[in-house]
């Protein structure tokens, strides 16, 4: 019944939340905890106080709670260390012991533990306790540092037995300088045959991927304190065959001092050509179509190496080929061919292998994109030097007819020359001549040959075909030969003839004096006539010529001939056609357009020129009227300081006197001006527009200065007591150098109204009423 009651006991229920929506105050964790500290809910209470009355009690004490530490904190390294001094400090060394095998066991990578363990036992006398600290120590594999200690500790009691054919530390630690050191620790003690061991099982243990340099400088050096000479060079070849160069500096330093130190002139060529070679070696690797680096290689192999390394070389370099067809990449590239022949040739003295390099390389070569007349000579020159010349003849052939080129064609027939083959050298010739016809230099070697041939007549017929040609390179040459052709066969009509057809085609200055130089030479009784007619012709014909310096200079080659072989009346003949350098000024333009400024240079007027004679006039003028308005300026001056000075009245009479010869002058100017105005219309029309509107304003001026005149005249002449005019003749123009400037003519134009001015105040001034004086400056205004 009352397990059924028991059974039957309800389980309470649990209310349920119908609210569960978030409370409005949240409460974290954190507020939690800080009301707990704030409330002190988990004070504890404090520790009952203990007091301590001796010594003993304050030790036991102490022990306690280092004790306790260590099991709160055993990887407290400090803690350790304290512990332990503290048991050594009160000389209870087993129990420094104990704790120092509890911590290398509890701590066995602190290295300070077993530094300080093995220390203690070798401070105690205690060998072969600290012996087997460093045995315990090494299982645990330590750092390079620990080996050398316990190194150093055999070495300090001379156990040196227990090192020997020890190997730990390099199985350990397998770097190069730990091995160096195992090798010299041997070799230190005496063991040569171990050292030699342990550097022949390092080399071994490195293989040839992880090989260093230093090893091997170390090795060699120590074969070298045992003079085994041959022993180290074979190292240090060993090693450079398999070291990469830039990691094998040193080793090569150090086989050079070997080598001068120990061996012989070859040897040290050997070291050098070694080191070369890798040099090479690594460029090629690195750029393989840089055929300079290729060049150097192959020297450097063919100086040193036997045949077969310096064919597999070449084969090396001549794979590279250029990986576009332009003969630009291909020009460095097609010499490792020739190279390569010339090699066979002259040095390996192979002909059949020679032929087969110069095949090779011809099939390679794209003809019909561009083609290396060099390999085809040299092609024809070796079948030449070997007595085959069938073959040379049909290589060349084969050449012309893929390929012909000017300079294919001029080797052939050089060849053929020197093998006396002179009408092979004309259908050579005719060839050449079909395919570049407007080459001048072929029709005058072709000549050449029929003239030294003693053909004149076929050299003649060449020559006239040449000229005959629609389009040539250098026509001035090809005339110039024929023209010579016919001066060395004495023929002096036919080269007056070809001198006249040549003018007929150009009016060269150079043509001219040449014409008249070969009249001069010729031994005949009227050669100064016939030469002295053709500089007149030519003067005549370069007067339409618009370069003015040719003229000049064909005057001046006139000049000397007649200076040499003419009278003074040639000769002041020429000297009067002879031009006048003048210096002017003209207008730039610059490529947009807009104003670039102005631009001196210097021009040639010819006095023989009708069209320029008023412009000489014009130039004569203006030299005159400078000078006259120079020296008015001065008389201005002269008067402003009579007038500041109030001496008018005693100046009168001077003034007069200078106003007369002012008045004179500018009648004379205003007469130049009339003549000037008359010959506008026959002005060059090459002179600059800027020019001739200028000229033009100045005849306008001058035209009405000459009315005034006209007019002062007659009031002249009815006045009895003015002196008469007296007209200063014009001043001849400089035989030197005159200088032509735009300014002069706008300077000649205020010149002529200053003149006008000027009279018209003498006429006031000698008049029935009369005015007051105006001086110049107001005269040109008014």
């Known amino acids: 019944m009352a397990s059924t009651a028991a059974g039957k006991q309800r389980i309470p229920k649990v209310a349920k939340v119908k609210n569960k929506a978030p409370a409005e105050v949240q409460i974290t964790a954190e507020q939690l905890l800080r009301e707990a500290k704030e409330r002190e809910l988990e004070l504890l209470p404090p520790p009952p106080k203990q007091k301590i009355t001796d010594e003993e009690e304050l030790n036991d004490y102490k022990l306690k709670k280092r004790k306790r530490a260590l099991d709160v904190d055993h990887r407290n390294i400090a803690l350790w260390l304290k512990y332990a001094e503290m048991e050594m400090k009160n000389r209870q060394v087993n129990h420094a012991r104990n704790i120092w095998d509890r911590a290398i066991t509890i701590l066995p990578r602190v290295n300070q533990f077993w530094y300080k363990y093995s220390y203690m036992e070798e401070m105690l006398g205690n060998i072969a306790g600290c012996r087997q600290v460093f045995e315990r120590w090494t299982e645990w594999e330590p750092e390079e540092q620990a080996w050398h200690s316990y190194i150093n500790f055999e070495l300090r009691y001379k156990e040196v037995d227990k090192l020997l054919n020890s190997s730990a530390l390099v199985i350990v630690h397998p770097d190069v300088k730990n091995w160096i050191k195992y090798a010299r620790f041997e070799e230190k003690h005496g063991y040569i045959a171990h050292g030699r061991k342990v550097f022949e099982r390092s080399v071994e243990f490195f293989g040839e991927e992880h090989v260093n340099e230093n090893l091997f400088v170390a090795f060699a050096r120590f074969e070298e304190k045992q003079k085994e000479f041959e022993r180290v060079r074979v190292i240090y070849k060993y090693a450079l065959d398999r070291i990469p160069k830039h990691q094998a500096q040193e080793l090569f330093k150090f086989y050079t001092v070997f080598e001068k130190k120990f061996g012989d002139r070859r040897g040290i060529e050997d070291v050098i050509v070694s080191k070369r070679r890798f040099q090479y070696e690594e460029e090629v690797k690195a750029s393989p179509h840089n055929y300079d680096a290729w060049f150097d290689y192959l020297r450097l192999v063919e100086s040193d190496a036997d045949p077969d390394t310096a064919r597999e070389v070449y084969e090396r370099a001549i794979a590279n080929i250029p990986p576009i067809q332009e003969k630009r990449h291909w020009r460095r590239y097609i010499y490792l061919w020739i190279n390569y022949a010339l090699y066979e040739e002259l040095e390996v003295k192979d002909p059949e292998r020679t032929r087969q390099v110069y095949q090779a390389c011809l099939d390679l070569i794209p003809h019909k994109k561009f083609t290396f007349a060099k390999i085809w000579l040299l092609y024809g020159q070796f079948e030449i030097r070997q007595k085959n010349l069938q073959a040379a003849r049909r290589g060349l052939g084969t050449a012309i007819g893929k390929c012909p080129k000017n300079k294919l064609f001029k080797g052939y027939i050089e060849l053929e020359l020197q093998l006396r083959e002179f009408d092979r050298c004309r259908k050579l010739y005719e060839k050449y001549l079909e395919f570049a016809p407007e080459n001048c230099t072929t029709w005058i070697k072709f000549s050449e040959l029929e003239t030294i041939l003693g053909d004149t007549e076929r050299a003649r017929a060449i020559f006239e075909l ?154 004569a003028m203006a030299k005159m009227w400078k000078r006259q308005q120079q020296e008015e300026d001065d008389e201005e001056e002269e008067d402003e300081e009579d007038e500041n000075n109030g001496g008018v009245d005693r100046g009168s009479g001077k003034e007069m006197e200078e106003d007369n010869r002012r008045v004179e002058r500018d009648g004379d100017e205003k007469m130049d001006g009339e003549e000037n105005g008359r010959g506008e219309g026959s002005r060059d029309k090459e002179m600059e527009e800027e020019d001739n509107r200028r000229v033009e304003r100045d005849g306008e001026e001058n035209g009405r200065g000459e009315r005034s005149r006209d007019k002062e005249m007659s009031e002249d002449s009815a006045s009895p007591s003015e002196n008469p005019m007296v007209s200063e003749p014009v001043p001849e123009k400089d035989s030197k150098e005159s200088t032509y400037d735009d300014s002069d003519d706008s300077d000649e134009s205020s010149s002529s109204s200053s003149s006008s001015g000027s009279s018209g105040s003498d006429r006031d001034k000698d008049g029935s009423e009369k005015q007051p004086r105006m001086s110049k400056k107001d005269s040109v205004n008014d």
């Open 466 to 619: 040449a000229i005959g040609q629609p389009r040539l390179d250098m026509p001035e040459v090809l005339w110039k030969s024929y023209i010579d052709f016919e001066i060395e066969q004495e023929e002096f009509d036919n080269t007056r003839g070809l001198y006249q057809r040549l003018l007929q085609r150009t009016q060269h200055v150079k043509v001219w004096i040449s014409y008249a130089q070969y009249e001069l030479s010729i031994d005949t009784s009227d050669r100064l006539q016939r030469c002295r007619g053709i500089f007149e012709e030519g003067n005549k014909g370069l007067r339409s010529c618009e370069e003015k310096e040719e003229r000049l200079m064909l005057l001046e080659s006139w000049k000397e001939f007649e200076q040499e072989f003419g009278s003074d009346t040639t000769r002041e003949r020429v000297k009067k056609l002879l031009p006048e350098k003048v210096k002017k000024r003209r207008k730039l333009t610059a490529e947009d357009g807009s104003d670039a400024g102005w631009e001196e240079y210097y021009d040639y007027i010819f006095p023989e020129d009708a069209a320029n004679q008023p412009n000489l006039k014009l130039l």
